[in-house]
């Protein structure tokens, strides 16, 4: 089993609609978990940090399960800039190897 | 501007030749990597580098030889290149160590095509 793994999609949805990944990872000893977020032909950029309680940005919501093992993101009203694909974290110790996941592409269309 | 700069952008090469990629950041990280992301836009990390310290080396042919003079700066040597090699390379930086909350902060990237 792959340490971090994603619906690779592509999620095609309308402008406005609220849309959610999953992101599994393999290693309970995880602790550290982040989204990043890449545009075609950019680099990954942090998009935000996964806490434990859940928390929110904007029109996004980070959430944590430890129990079953993932990390979901969900994005409310979407917009044509949300275009992207989005890529996971999970971390075990401080220098852990940082291991994206394989990214979930995210189409928004009009 | 405050980023991590890496060049060239492109690089096109043959088969056979050696080429270098040079990172700088000017974040005041501690920390840099090399990545590598493939057709299949898997991204992959290859070397760390904490304090000019190497402390991941990940399962990387060594015609790889990453070099950081100082904590600002790593650079990627790739001798006898290979047409796998081509992919894109992403250096990035973080503040201390990423299991800590500390986010990477990517280069734009190299784009390198092998022929």
């Known amino acids: 089993r792959k340490e971090v793994e994603q619906d690779p999609g592509p999620f095609n949805v309308p402008e406005g609609a609220t849309v959610a990944f999953n992101c599994t990872y393999s290693?309970?000893?995880?602790?550290?978990f982040f989204w990043y977020r890449q545009d075609c032909r950019k680099e990954p950029k942090l998009l935000m940090s996964?806490?434990?309680s859940g928390n929110e940005d904007g029109r996004f919501t980070a959430q944590l399960n430890r129990a079953s093992q993932y990390i979901s993101l969900l994005i409310r009203d979407s917009k044509l800039s949300d275009s992207a694909t989005y890529l996971c974290?999970?971390?075990?110790?401080?220098?852990?190897?940082?291991?994206f996941g394989p990214g979930t592409s995210l189409s928004v269309i009009p | 501007d405050t980023a991590v700069s890496q060049t060239p952008k492109y690089l096109v090469t043959q088969m056979g030749n050696d080429k270098s990629i040079k990172c700088e950041q000017n974040?005041?990280?501690?920390?840099m990597y090399w990545y590598k992301q493939d057709s299949k836009k898997f991204l992959k990390i290859m070397f760390s580098y904490n304090n000019k310290e190497l402390i991941i080396n990940e399962t990387v042919p060594n015609r790889f030889s990453p070099k950081s003079p100082d904590k600002a700066h790593l650079n990627l040597h790739i001798n006898s290149l290979e047409l796998g090699d081509s992919a894109v390379y992403f250096c990035?930086?973080?503040?201390?160590?990423?299991?800590?909350?500390?986010?990477?902060?990517f280069g734009n990237g190299t784009r390198l095509t092998v022929t």
């Open positions: 974040l005041g990280h501690d920390t």
């Open positions: 290693n309970s000893a995880s602790q550290s």
């Open positions: 996964v806490y434990s």
């Open positions: 974290v999970a971390l075990k110790t401080s220098y852990d190897k940082v291991i």
């Open positions: 990035a930086s973080s503040l201390g160590s990423t299991g800590l909350g500390s986010p990477l902060h």
